[in-house]
């Protein structure tokens, strides 16, 4: 872009336009009603767990502390995503603000870098509770849950304050569609004007502390748990200790394949139409199904559960 192409598209451009959802006018009504029921469900059940977690004396263990999180997390996620996804939907395609758009970008990003960190805390979690049983209840107190929780948030938000920073100093004037569903990282940056060879490298280091790095921790943390549970001698042993962890296992395998798969492969030609079918994912389906992962296999939960609707029909 000359000069002066890029003072006049700076004046001019206001904000951005979504692209997605344009071409199926017919079938719009249809994934608007998908997508808020998905989206309200999903409100519903992290709320029903953070519920249960802070109502019920029986889950006050750092698992279940840290399942809280989780759906904290997911339930700010999604939130920072589908109410503007909702609207795009339902007009056929909608316009935001650049500095609503880099507002979206910060939350979801820092949202989704504190979920891959406190994935992390909880495979530490179940490491120490399965290979370190005698030292957990010392090392695992209520004051390195909450240490870690904060930190979690603290470098992942000052991680994606320099990214949206960077971001916000850009010049756009190549273009003002954001091919993609939400205001997504690379889709941004590909309508910039502007050198940015810095940030990808900055890019790419964040990808390997926020992504890669957490990941190789969980599949050390995996493997020696595994080694422990096969060395258990009983089989109601191996089953009671491996219960506790599959389906934080799942949840991680689903989140990080994603992730892996989105930031860490070159997004191009029919890539890109995947990495965005993913970016949907990650963002929509995986907050709303997590809460069902756990509760399915967690007998506590379902006990707990139990007992919260009865105290609510009781008092009705």
Known sequence: CSPDMIEMNQTEVAGFVFLEFQSLPNIN??????????????????????????????????????LGQLSLYDTMLTTSIAPKMLQVIINGGSTITITGCISQ???????????????????????????????????????????????????????????????????????????????????????????????DLVYFLLTIAFVLFPFLIILFTYISICVTIFGISTTTGKQKSFSTCSSHLIVVSMYY?????????????????????????????????????????NQEIKRAFSVLISIYLTVN
């Open 29 to 66: 009504p249809l994934l608007f009603s998908i997508f808020l029921v998905v989206y309200t469900l999903t409100l519903m059940g992290n709320m029903t767990i953070i519920a249960l977690m802070v109502l019920t004396p029986s889950l006050k263990s750092p698992m279940y502390f840290f």
């Open 105 to 199: 970008l910060y939350f979801y990003g820092s949202t989704s870098a504190a979920e891959c960190l406190l994935l992390t805390v909880m495979s530490y979690d179940r490491y120490l509770a399965i290979c370190k049983p005698l030292h957990y209840n010392a090392i695992m107190d209520l004051r390195l849950q909450v240490s870690l929780v904060v930190w979690s948030w603290f470098v992942s938000s000052v991680a994606m304050l320099c990214i949206t920073l960077f971001i916000y100093n850009l010049e756009f004037c190549a273009s003002s569609f954001i091919d993609h569903y939400y205001c997504e990282l690379f889709p941004v940056l590909n309508l910039s004007c502007s050198e940015h060879a810095i940030f």
């Open 257 to 297: 394949v994603t992730l892996m798969t989105i930031y860490m492969t070159p997004s191009k030609g029919q890539l890109i139409n995947i990495n965005k079918t993913l970016s949907l994912l990650y963002t929509t389906v995986a907050p709303f199904i997590n809460p069902i992962i756990y509760s399915l296999r």
